[in-house]
């Protein structure tokens, strides 16, 4: 019998033994479940999902059929009066989850901590889905994974009037593949393109990523306290090593006949199926040197102080593949024929090649700040960070003109290009932090924080090696940031406590330059831009206990913001974005009596993002509004959902619990017809899932947990075809010793 039936029938028979303990086990002496402190937990899980188990995977984070091992394990130990030994972990399979985690621990000596930590998360290949004529381009293998590792060892020294050492190594691990966000293009939309403005092209072909990360860190830290001052110096080295791919498709399945290619990358011209690959690595190596100190110059003044220094060197490289697949033809007398029944031929094109560079930054940074408290009631923080960063990069590559011609195709030499870039920013960074407790039963808070940098940006986009005096920009960019928060907190008696904040953020970033060819400078209307964003919002909250046993708690967010753009020349001013957002929240929880307790959940959220439709934007010298949504596909997106959960428990014997669980889960923010103008964006779906669960104490060493549930979740989204719905088990035995 294969292990996951096993593992099947050893749930389906552990969970009808325990249903039959709660209704026949006579009541023991004790009541009350004990508590390890040391223990193992094997548990197993099962899934009889009908319908797209990859959607199932990827929208619950578990693993399809079965899964289980070892739950979760604790060993402590004192091994002397002084010294503790303790030993944590898991293995799962199927999610390949685990855990192994050491740690021995010696009073007034220092501890070592040594772990292994791994664990899977899956995703779902699939794209977009056009409702006009149900068209459906998943990939060939849905079921995508990325694994995810961590190992470290630390080393702690804290030894009687002593300075404590510490020393930390990490080495992180992240490969895999997941879905991307970037979709390939296709025109078998069924949208007759003789029809203008309507495009058929739709970008909904599903594309992914495949990834090879590393990272490495190893940090040492000494800290010493001398007086009323506390020191500290770290160091730190870190090391990435990356190699990332992305996948994406464009008109497949759309081979034609050859005659209809016109350019190898031309999308109007062809509908040939075009496969685009690109990697991207880099590897980065950083050291990082922070002194900090912490002083109490009175009781009511304590100042913190730090100094950090910042050296980022690293390179970069990869190449982007372009693979068109078109029927091959034969040549007859010279002249051109091509093959009645087409068969696709690879033509293989490199959009670049050989990329490779070099970046560098050096940054340098300082922070002050200072805590009063003059009073009982009265608490502030005034606090300033500078920094001076300086960013260098350059890279070379090359590119390649797209094949042209008839059989034979004819491919150009590759042509050498070059860029680079010098930025240097200042950053300014005040923080004020305020907290004022004076009034009976109200603490009153604020906070602002701003950030403000300055600096220049000397670049060269992609030119011609040949070139001798490349075009150069020189900007000189500008930010201000601000983040302001007003609250207050009122415990109105020990029925009512009630909350209130109210915060407001800001953005601005700003660029105007000029460019320049040997040396003759001329300015650029284009490079001018402004970006600016305002958000501004409430949060209310409110606590009423009208019971011991019963207490509501609400929630209510309100935000809206504003996105602003300057731009074309600086002849162009309008709101790019308008948003939105009401989030209401209820908690309710209930304990009638000492056996029973409910806890429910329910929250609505009304979100809308306007963007320039139905117009632009007006002129400075208030010209009329520049319509550039003449083809009606900037449309306004809204994102309202409604989730509910209710969370019951009883003790139903003096060796059984019962729980239920419910969830709720429904959007419906899709809108067909606009599929014929843009993305069919716009979520439509509603998932529930149920268990009921029990919990028995065989022995005050032996407890055994089973559950069992049912899931379903509907996906108008994806036109039903990642629908999926089917019960769960899970089983569970605790064993203490």
């Avoid at 899977?120 to 149900?134: A, H, K, L």
């Avoid at 002593?162 to 966000?181: H, V, W």
């Avoid at 899709?670 to 022995?699: C, I, R």
């Amino acid at each position: 019998m294969q292990t996951k039936h096993l593992l099947r029938l050893l749930a389906g028979a552990t969970l009808a033994l325990s249903v039959a303990k709660v209704s026949g086990q006579t009541p023991s002496n004790s009541d009350a479940f004990p508590v390890f402190d040391n223990y193992i937990k094997l548990g197993g899980q099962s899934d009889w999902i009908n319908g797209d188990t990859n959607a199932f995977q990827a929208r619950t984070k578990q693993a399809k059929d079965t899964s289980g091992g070892v739950q979760d394990f604790l060993y402590s130990k004192d091994l002397t009066k002084d010294t503790t030994l303790r030993i944590d972990g898991h293995a799962l399979d199927n999610t390949e989850d685990y855990l192994a985690h050491f740690n021995v621990t010696k009073d007034r000596v220092g501890s070592v901590d040594v772990g292994y930590q791994r664990f899977r998360t899956f995703y779902d290949g699939v794209g977009g889905f056009f409702p006009g004529n149900n068209e459906w381009l998943p990939l060939s293998q849905q079921d995508l994974f990325t694994d995810r590792s961590k190992f470290w060892a630390e080393a702690t020294i804290n030894l009687p009037n002593a300075p404590i050492f510490k020393i930390r190594y990490t080495n992180e691990i992240r490969d895999g593949k997941k879905d991307s966000t970037e979709w390939g293009a296709t025109d078998l939309t069924g949208i007759n393109p003789a029809t203008p403005p309507i495009s058929p092209v739709r970008h909904i072909v599903p594309g992914y990523l495949q990834m090879d990360e590393h990272h490495q860190t190893l940090e040492a830290s000494m800290k010493q306290t001398v007086g009323k001052t506390t020191y500290q110096l770290t160091a730190l080295a870190d090391l990435v090593n990356n190699m990332d791919g992305q996948f994406v498709a464009i008109d497949p399945t759309e081979v034609k006949p050859f005659a209809a290619q016109v350019g190898g990358t031309n999308q109007a011209n062809l509908n040939n199926q075009q496969l685009q690959t690109e990697y991207n690595g880099f590897r980065t190596r950083t050291f990082s040197l922070t002194g900090t100190t912490r002083t109490e110059l009175t009781d009511k003044i304590t100042m913190r102080a730090g100094l950090n220094f910042n050296d980022v060197a690293g390179t970069f490289s990869g190449d982007r593949q372009e693979i068109t697949t078109v029927p091959t033809a034969t040549v007859t007398a010279g002249s051109l024929t091509v093959v009645a029944v087409p068969v696709s031929q690879p033509v293989t094109t490199y959009i670049f090649t050989n990329l490779a560079g070099t970046s560098g930054v050096i940054a340098y940074a300082a922070n002050l700040a200072f805590d009063f408290k003059p009073t009982d009631n009265f608490s502030a923080t005034v606090a300033l960070k500078g920094e001076d960063r300086t960013t260098k990069a350059a890279g070379t590559f090359n590119t390649e003109t797209p094949a042209t011609g008839t059989p034979p195709i004819t491919t150009p030499p590759p042509s050498p290009r070059s860029e680079f870039s010098h930025v240097d920013e200042k950053v300014l960074t005040p923080e004020l932090d305020l907290r004022y407790t004076g009034f009976q039963d109200v603490a009153l808070y604020a906070s602002a924080t701003g950030e403000y940098s300055t600096g220049s940006d000397r670049n060269a986009p992609t030119y011609s090696s040949t070139i001798v005096s490349p075009l150069q920009y020189f900007v000189t960019p500008s930010q201000s940031n601000g983040d302001y928060t007003v609250g207050a907190t009122w415990r109105q008696s020990s029925l009512l406590n009630l909350r209130a904040e109210t915060f407001y953020k800001s953005t601005s970033n700003s660029e105007n330059g000029y460019n320049t060819t040997a040396n003759s400078p001329v300015l650029v209307l284009g490079d001018n831009y402004i970006l600016a964003s305002q958000f501004s919002g409430i949060k209310l909250t409110a606590i009423a206990k009208p019971l011991d046993t019963l207490t509501f708690t609400t929630r209510y967010i309100f935000q809206r913001g504003t996105m602003e753009v300057t731009g074309s020349g600086a002849t162009l001013e309008y709101d790019s974005m308008h948003s939105k957002s009401h989030s209401i929240g209820e908690t309710i929880d209930w304990t009638p009596i000492r056996q029973f307790y409910i806890e429910a959940n329910a929250n609505l959220v009304f979100n809308v993002i306007d963007t320039i439709y139905p117009n632009a934007g007006y002129g400075p010298t208030g010209t009329p509004p520049v319509n550039y949504n003449v083809n009606g596909e900037i449309q306004n997106s809204n994102n309202n959902y409604f989730t509910g959960s209710l969370l019951a428990g009883a003790v139903v014997t003096t060796t059984d619990d019962l729980q239920v669980q419910f969830n709720y889960y429904r959007a419906n923010n899709g809108d067909a017809q606009l599929a014929l103008l843009n993305e069919p964006y716009g979520v439509v779906a509603t998932e529930y899932s149920a268990s009921v669960g029990v919990k028995h104490k065989f022995s005050q060493k032996l407890i055994g947990n089973a559950k069992a549930g049912y899931y379903s979740s509907v996906n108008d989204t994806t036109g039903g075809l990642t629908n999926f719905h089917g019960p769960q088990a899970y089983v569970s035995l605790e064993y203490g010793f």
